[in-house]
């Protein structure tokens, strides 16, 4: 067409919104009408201080500019008080010289605070945070993997002439192992724009098959975006998922994901929603953040992933929101009193201030810390102080490390070169050791090995039900879980190639018998959902019915037990009971900045017979992660000394894991329970269990 996206994104057609957002709009504009001579940008400033929750996006929809135009105007990149006064000061400290650019100034930031991120030095001197993230400054590595990216750089240089682009496509064909992230390190471009590159959306022969198949019986039209063929190929393969759209049309999976159509739920999901949104509409002006706030506030049990579904967002957008992440007072008390004690420093990072809260509340988990620094747990639980091990496994983990060193690989390709040199290192001590999340090695296919006999066995199931053209992974486990009942969510993810969770969840896995499922009906019946979140109606359903379990609560709600179990409403316990634990809380309360697990530690300590079960109840927390606390894995004095005479003749070897030793451990005392062998290796019975030495027949 002659034409560059920008100018494409431009045209009013091409920027086509709902009529009732459009309506919005409108009104806002109508309000705020652009003055004589007035900019497009001075318009949308305008409009911004008459109505304070506009986005950026909507703003540029009513003046008719690019979103980015919009988005790097300070108007719309208001920070808290707190934040302004931390920015302003480190602005105040290294100013910006005559002469220097925004970009050159940003570099100067960043050397004088290391710590301070992209988005920071954007606000300060008034830039794009995308465009200050891609500058070789906010891109800094360690010293260990800049070598490594430098000697993948010399391995294949870029050529006279070549693009980045280009580049990074030559890097991955070089490299083939090579991430996104590290080669637009070494390109110098923005990761997100090296991920949408078709060289680095690369799948099986057998997955590319299938989404060719896709896109053959669904092409794209002339003048169609990616987003609208996206949308159509979702309605004519309503199984397909956002991340093979997305590899179909050439973008990102979470541009993809936060389209409606793949946003689609139950229909009594919908009409619950759609209540919902009746009962607490958005008001003129109101931006989709603001709308989900007073959505919980009008319905406190309301997920962000059902607000997300209602604005029209993303969760990951609506979770990190204040509303969104209340705590019980007394928890708030608690994070509240850690952090006066070990209170931001100016120019402190929220990471750099977790890891120091880390370092005077050892106890302190992700979770707790993200609530106080005002982040992602996810983003806390990936750092490395947060990812702490025992001096003993750290020498364990640096050993297998120094056997089979990175070498210039990536994390993922370290990972499966450690697991063909230890073939009982388990994901997550992988993660550790190459530092990485354990979710993104454990699914990898290094780590989903099962035996030749189990191999055999899901072959056969495959070979039987075999995955048709077009069909996704998901629909064809549902094919394998109809043609085998007795499938197991584990095993058909190891066929289809997709992680158990995922699997799990889908209702072709959740089945129950016949009479349990007329049962559970019946309770339905009883004590129909009201409109309110799962959680209400499981707490509903459990006051009605005060002997159904977690479990039966969770199939009629279509979710999972743990999010059920932990609910307060689920741990009941007689009047009898719950006196006793009231007075072993009141003997051992908890301190001022103890956490939970702390906290059931001193119970354990006070009252040597507590079980996990009543300690989790007392602190308000799930019994398995206090069942793992080293306080609540003790055994008799006699049991004690039985599993040190059994470690004593089969100690643990150099470099050994503590799956390969519970091994070596059951070889030579057949009769060894897992119980006993996690209790002696110091790892939990579940993962022991699992070994094939402990589930020999």
């Given at each position: 067409?002659?034409?560059?996206?920008?100018?494409?994104?431009?045209?009013?057609?091409?920027?086509?919104?709902?009529?009732?957002?459009?309506?919005?709009?409108?009104?806002?504009?109508?309000?705020?009408?652009?003055?004589?001579r007035q900019s497009k940008g001075a318009w949308a400033d305008a409009l911004k201080a008459a109505h304070p929750n506009l986005s950026a996006a909507d703003a540029a929809v009513i003046v008719g500019v690019v979103k980015r135009v919009i988005a790097r105007r300070a108007a719309y990149r208001t920070v808290s008080a707190q934040d302004r006064a931390r920015l302003d000061e480190i602005a105040r400290q290294t100013p910006q010289l005559p002469g220097q650019s925004k970009g050159a100034w940003a570099d100067a930031l960043k050397a004088a605070h290391p710590d301070l991120s992209a988005a920071d030095a954007a606000i300060i001197v008034g830039a794009v945070k995308q465009d200050i993230a891609k500058r070789a400054a906010f891109q800094t590595v360690s010293a260990q993997d800049q070598a490594r990216l430098d000697e993948i750089a010399a391995v294949t240089p870029r050529l006279p002439g070549q693009s980045k682009g280009a580049w990074a496509d030559a890097l991955k064909?070089?490299?083939?192992?090579?991430?996104?992230?590290?080669?637009?390190?070494?390109?110098?471009?923005?990761?997100?724009?090296?991920?949408?590159?078709?060289?680095?959306?690369?799948?099986?022969?057998?997955?590319?098959?299938?989404?060719?198949?896709?896109?053959?019986?669904?092409?794209?039209?002339?003048?169609?975006?990616?987003?609208?063929?996206?949308?159509?190929?979702k309605a004519a393969h309503p199984d397909l998922s956002a991340a093979d759209a997305a590899a179909i049309v050439g973008a990102v999976k979470r541009v993809i994901a936060r389209r409606a159509a793949f946003q689609t739920v139950s229909a009594q999901d919908q009409a619950r929603l759609d209540e919902i949104a009746r009962q607490t509409p958005r008001l003129p002006g109101q931006s989709k953040g603001a709308w989900a706030d007073a959505l919980k506030a009008a319905?406190?049990?309301?997920?962000?992933?059902?607000?997300?579904?209602?604005?029209?967002?993303?969760?990951?957008?609506?979770?990190?929101?204040?509303?969104?992440?209340?705590?019980?007072?007394?928890?708030?008390?608690?994070?509240?009193?850690?952090?006066?004690?070990?209170?931001?420093?100016?120019?402190?990072?929220?990471?750099?201030?977790?890891?120091?809260?880390?370092?005077?509340?050892p106890d302190l988990s992700a979770a707790d810390a993200a609530t106080i620094v005002g982040a992602l747990?996810?983003?806390?639980?990936?750092?490395?102080a947060f990812r702490t091990v025992s001096a003993q496994d750290r020498a364990r983990l640096d050993e297998i490390a120094a056997v089979t060193p990175r070498q210039g690989r990536s994390n993922a390709a370290w990972a499966d070169a450690l697991k063909a040199a230890h073939p009982d290192l388990s994901a997550a001590d992988a993660a550790t050791i190459v530092g990485a999340a354990k979710d993104e090695i454990a699914r990898r296919a290094a780590f989903r090995t099962v035996s030749a006999q189990d191999q055999a066995r899901l072959d056969e199931l495959a070979r039987q039900t075999p995955q048709l053209p077009g069909q996704s992974n998901a629909a064809w486990a549902d094919a394998l879980k109809a043609a085998h009942p007795d499938l197991s969510a584990a095993d058909a993810a190891v066929i289809v190639g997709a992680i158990k969770q995922d699997i799990a969840k889908r209702a072709a896995f959740r089945t129950v018998s016949a009479q349990d499922q007329a049962r559970l009906d019946e309770i339905a019946a009883a004590t129909p959902r009201q409109g309110g979140s799962n959680a209400a109606w499981a707490d509903a359903l459990k006051a009605a019915h005060p002997d159904l379990s977690a479990a039966d609560a969770a199939t009629i709600l279509g979710t999972f037990r743990d999010d059920i179990a932990r609910r307060a409403a689920f741990r009941t316990v007689s009047a009898q009971d719950q006196a006793r634990l009231d007075e072993i809380k009141a003997a051992t309360p908890q301190l001022p900045g103890q956490s939970k697990g702390a906290w059931a530690d001193a119970l354990k300590a006070a009252h040597p017979d507590l079980s996990a079960a009543d300690a989790a109840i007392v602190v308000g927390a799930v019994r398995r992660d206090i069942a793992v606390r080293t306080a609540f894995q003790t055994v008799s004095a006699q049991d004690q000394a039985r599993l040190d005479e059994i470690a004593r003749q089969t100690p643990q070897l150099p470099g050994q894991s503590k799956g390969a030793w519970a091994d070596a451990l059951k070889a030579a005392h057949p009769d060894l329970s897992a119980a006993d062998a996690a209790i002696i290796v110091g790892a939990s019975k579940k993962r022991i269990a699992r070994r094939a030495a402990f589930k020999v027949i």
């Open positions: 067409m002659g034409a560059s996206t920008g100018d494409l994104v431009n045209r009013a057609a091409f920027r086509t919104v709902s009529a009732q957002d459009q309506a919005r709009l409108d009104e806002i504009a109508r309000q705020t009408p652009r003055q004589s064909a070089a490299h083939p192992d090579l991430s996104a992230a590290d080669a637009a390190i070494i390109v110098n471009a923005v990761k997100q724009d090296i991920a949408k590159r078709t060289a680095f959306q690369t799948v099986s022969a057998q997955d590319h098959a299938r989404l060719d198949e896709i896109a053959r019986q669904t092409p794209q039209l002339q003048g169609q975006s990616k987003g609208a063929w996206a949308d159509a190929l319905h406190p049990d309301l997920s962000a992933s059902d607000a997300a579904i209602i604005v029209g967002s993303v969760k990951h957008n609506i979770v990190k929101r204040a509303a969104f992440r209340t705590v019980s007072a007394q928890d708030q008390a608690r994070l509240d009193e850690i952090a006066r004690q070990t209170p931001r420093q100016s120019r402190q990072s929220k990471g750099a201030w977790a890891d120091a809260l880390k370092a005077a509340h747990k996810d983003d806390i639980a990936v750092r490395a």
